[in-house]
């Protein structure tokens, strides 16, 4: 079974700081993703970036990177000069076999 | 425009009357995929389909059906609603994924539907 715990609830950043949410996961399959997605207040899901597991090099797009460690099954989303738009729910997800499984959530609030 | 759409966006309904929410993709997307997001549970995976007339269970089908007789189409059925799946549902869309990459791939999310079972 294919697991993703994010254990931070709430994350509090000042603007124009760097932010690590965390994600760890769980899963016996060899070939895998990792995902992360944004959903505003709005509610819209907003994706954000893809790791695969056979990726050597880690995965950017812009602001967010994702420091992925293989041996610690750990995904965690970096996010560099926050703004205050990136105030929002952030979802880490496991792929794999068609099956997409996400975690809790973490709600980033960005202070100016 | 790409886009995945549903339809009705919000809905109030009573226990035990069948309802259909439908989902729309232009894109072309081979898998399609149905989520329920609920308070502190983040989103959970109902049913999935990796092409037309192949569909298979998520995590969460009970009380669920879908078929997927058309490409662009994926619609959710709930043929006696109970209160507890009151739920904010999503439907989303991807490519089959080229090379190494796993999937599913990046998905596109419908705007999602507000569902109420009264």
């Known amino acids: 079974a294919q697991k993703i715990t994010q254990t931070q609830p709430g994350m509090f950043v000042q603007e124009k700081e760097a932010v690590t949410l965390d994600c760890t996961y769980d899963?016996?399959?060899?070939?895998?993703?990792l995902f992360w997605y944004k959903q505003p207040s709005s509610g819209e899901m907003i994706f954000l970036i893809y790791?695969?597991?056979?990726?050597?090099q880690n995965a950017t797009e812009g602001r967010y990177s994702l420091n992925f460690q293989k041996a610690r099954k750990s995904a965690n989303l970096v996010i560099s000069a926050s703004q205050l738009g990136d105030s929002a729910m952030y979802f880490c997800?496991?792929?794999?076999?068609?099956?997409?499984?996400f975690g809790k959530g973490t709600l980033l609030t960005v202070n100016p | 425009e790409a886009q995945v759409t549903q339809n009705p966006r919000y809905l109030i309904t009573v226990t035990g009357k069948k309802l259909t929410v439908t989902c729309s993709q232009n894109?072309?997307?081979?898998?399609m995929s149905w989520y329920r997001q609920d308070p502190g549970l983040g989103l959970r995976q109902i049913y999935y389909?990796?092409?037309?007339?192949?569909?298979d269970k998520g995590d969460v089908p009970e009380g669920y059906k879908v078929s997927r007789k058309e490409k662009r189409n994926f619609p959710l059925i709930l043929e006696s609603p109970s209160p507890n799946q009151t739920s904010l549902y999503f439907c989303?869309?991807?490519?089959?994924?080229?090379?190494?990459?796993?999937?599913?791939?990046?998905?596109?999310f419908g705007p999602g539907t507000r569902l109420t079972v009264t």
């Open positions: 790791q695969g597991s056979y990726d050597q």
């Open positions: 989303a869309s991807s490519l089959y994924p080229s090379g190494d990459q796993v999937p599913p791939y990046e998905q596109y």
């Open positions: 997800a496991l792929g794999s076999n068609y099956k997409l499984t």
């Open positions: 899963t016996s399959d060899p070939s895998y993703g």
């Open positions: 894109m072309n997307h081979e898998y």
């Open positions: 389909s990796m092409n037309v007339e192949v569909t």
